[in-house]
């Protein structure tokens, strides 16, 4: 597909289904944005002592997340520079060595070869023929502990690339008393039959949840939840998804360059551990007052930030402490990971919940995601369909406002804004040289 007929699939207020649909794109989509942009991979607290790692993917790139022994963190593509086996399959662990099933090539935690079977038996050293070891991703670097790297040796630097949306970063990690975050409690994982840039789409759609999310507000309506249960936190979150218009019409949605957004001023915990009047958050608040004073603690739990999209992989709750990356497997299927961190040195009870808004709202067998999973589901069926090749998503547009940092804010908070930013950063990508 040439330049000129990308560039026709998105207009000003509609965009081709091909986008979703067409599995040529989604090859040029590996390439050109998973391939260039930069992507959050993790959090440094994964990989906290040498030796320690993950696997990842980036698009399609099967990863490897080290600490070296140096205490570098190194992002290596996990392809044996023997015959091209995967090196590891763990999905995470501790590890001096990193040794191929499959003829016992070993790798340090920075990739490079520490040995094989027969050396021997070589015209000239292996090393010298696969270039050390396992390739190195060209770019790697961190934000306020956040891990991101990019498969393209050349681009914006990664505060060119996040710009106004550090400040989602940042709140994420001054809300913790000790001013660090960690993963902490595992990760979900689910997949859906749908394009990768659903869940993106709907993060931030304020209109879909009194709708796809009927069933567990009627629930949360139903049966008033007993003070201090481990569902409290997620049943709050059931019960604001029915809250009246007015509500989202007043959240405050901004976007900004390369395809991020955030959303603000919606609702937050402390409302729920105050009305409780459970000591956690009076507690936490004087841990957060040690550090940064009565004043900046008010700053900090003032910014109330929902859902922030780091586009085009990852989407994250600050106030809930929950952080998703999204891995695009097919033009029709996607695979979302959802980890859960600790605010360190924060009262327990602020993990548990986190945990149980985890598992209510953003787990595998949560009653509100499975009725996201089925909704993109549905619109993948449906885009496939002939009836018309357009999805229109003209809500708000010609009425977004410029905003401070070079940000736009949504005529209201149910604007499509969001999408529609993302969709120009989708061309940008699509059809920039190189
Ligand atoms: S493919 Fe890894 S050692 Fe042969
Ligand atoms: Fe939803």
């Given at each position: 597909?040439?330049?000129?007929?990308i560039?026709?699939?998105?207009?000003?207020d509609?965009?081709?289904?091909?986008?979703?649909?067409?599995?040529q794109?989604?090859?040029?989509?590996l390439?050109?944005?998973?391939?260039?942009?930069?992507?959050?991979?993790?959090?440094?607290?994964?990989?906290?002592?040498?030796?320690?790692?993950?696997?990842?993917?980036?698009?399609r790139?099967?990863?490897?997340?080290?600490?070296?022994?140096?205490?570098?963190?190194?992002?290596?593509?996990?392809?044996c520079?023997?015959?091209?086996?995967?090196?590891?399959e763990?999905?995470?662990?501790?590890?001096?060595?990193?040794?191929?099933?499959?003829?016992?090539?070993?790798?340090?935690?920075?990739?490079?070869?520490?040995?094989?079977?027969?050396?021997?038996?070589?015209?000239?050293?292996?090393?010298?023929?696969?270039?050390?070891?396992?390739?190195?991703?060209?770019?790697?670097d961190?934000?306020?502990?956040?891990?991101?790297?990019?498969?393209?040796?050349h681009?914006?630097?990664?505060?060119?690339?996040?710009?106004?949306?550090?400040?989602?970063?940042?709140?994420?990690?001054?809300?913790a008393?000790?001013?660090?975050?960690?993963?902490?409690g595992?990760?979900?994982?689910?997949?859906?039959?749908?394009?990768?840039?659903?869940?993106?789409?709907?993060?931030?759609?304020?209109?879909?949840?009194?709708?796809?999310?009927?069933?567990?507000?009627?629930?949360a309506?139903?049966?008033?939840?007993?003070?201090?249960?481990?569902?409290?936190?997620?049943?709050r979150?059931?019960?604001?998804?029915?809250?009246?218009?007015?509500?989202?019409?007043?959240?405050?949605?901004?976007?900004?360059?390369?395809?991020?957004?955030?959303?603000a001023?919606?609702?937050?915990?402390?409302?729920?551990?105050?009305?409780?009047?459970h000591?956690?958050?009076?507690?936490?608040?004087?841990?957060?007052?040690?550090?940064?004073?009565?004043?900046?603690?008010?700053?900090?739990?003032?910014?109330?930030?929902?859902?922030?999209?780091?586009?085009?992989?990852?989407?994250?709750?600050?106030?809930?402490?929950?952080?998703?990356?999204?891995?695009?497997?097919?033009?029709?299927?996607?695979?979302?990971?959802?980890?859960?961190?600790?605010?360190?040195?924060?009262?327990?009870?602020m993990?548990?919940?986190?945990?149980?808004?985890?598992?209510v709202?953003?787990?595998?067998?949560?009653?509100?995601l499975?009725?996201?999973?089925?909704?993109?589901?549905?619109?993948q069926?449906?885009?496939?369909?002939?009836?018309?090749?357009?999805?229109?998503l003209?809500?708000?547009?010609?009425?977004?406002?410029?905003?401070?940092?070079?940000?736009l804010?949504?005529r209201?908070?149910?604007?499509?804004?969001?999408?529609?930013?993302?969709?120009?950063?989708?061309?940008?990508?699509?059809?920039?040289?190189?």
């Amino acid at each position: 597909m040439n330049v000129q007929s990308i560039k026709g699939l998105v207009q000003a207020d509609r965009v081709h289904r091909a986008v979703y649909t067409d599995p040529q794109l989604f090859e040029l989509e590996l390439d050109r944005i998973f391939g260039r942009a930069w992507l959050v991979l993790g959090h440094e607290s994964q990989v906290a002592h040498p030796g320690d790692f993950f696997t990842t993917r980036m698009g399609r790139e099967p990863i490897i997340v080290t600490r070296h022994t140096d205490g570098s963190v190194r992002v290596l593509v996990n392809r044996c520079a023997h015959r091209g086996a995967r090196v590891c399959e763990a999905a995470d662990g501790t590890t001096a060595e990193f040794v191929c099933a499959y003829h016992g090539w070993t790798y340090g935690t920075d990739g490079r070869l520490a040995g094989l079977p027969l050396p021997e038996g070589y015209a000239r050293p292996a090393a010298q023929s696969i270039d050390g070891g396992l390739a190195r991703v060209p770019r790697v670097d961190a934000y306020r502990g956040f891990l991101f790297a990019s498969l393209a040796a050349h681009g914006p630097t990664l505060a060119e690339f996040l710009g106004p949306l550090r400040a989602s970063f940042d709140d994420f990690v001054e809300r913790a008393p000790e001013g660090e975050v960690e993963v902490a409690g595992g990760v979900f994982k689910h997949a859906y039959r749908g394009n990768w840039k659903l869940v993106l789409e709907n993060h931030n759609d304020t209109v879909h949840p009194v709708f796809v999310h009927a069933s567990s507000i009627w629930a949360a309506r139903r049966e008033p939840t007993a003070e201090g249960a481990y569902s409290e936190i997620g049943v709050r979150q059931m019960l604001q998804n029915g809250a009246p218009w007015e509500v989202w019409e007043n959240t405050g949605l901004w976007v900004a360059g390369h395809g991020h957004s955030w959303m603000a001023d919606y609702h937050d915990d402390s409302r729920l551990v105050a009305a409780l009047a459970h000591p956690a958050f009076a507690e936490y608040r004087a841990a957060l007052e040690r550090r940064l004073g009565r004043e900046g603690a008010a700053r900090v739990l003032g910014e109330l930030r929902w859902n922030s999209i780091v586009y085009p992989n990852c989407s994250f709750m600050s106030q809930f402490r929950q952080l998703r990356i999204v891995h695009p497997i097919a033009v029709d299927r996607t695979v979302v990971y959802a980890y859960s961190f600790r605010l360190k040195g924060a009262p327990e009870r602020m993990f548990r919940d986190t945990v149980a808004f985890s598992n209510v709202v953003n787990g595998t067998a949560s009653p509100v995601l499975t009725d996201d999973l089925e909704v993109y589901e549905r619109t993948q069926e449906g885009l496939g369909a002939r009836g018309s090749d357009w999805v229109f998503l003209g809500r708000g547009q010609g009425g977004d406002l410029p905003d401070r940092d070079g940000t736009l804010r949504g005529r209201t908070g149910t604007s499509e804004v969001h999408i529609r930013n993302q969709l120009a950063a989708w061309l940008e990508y699509m059809t920039a040289e190189s």
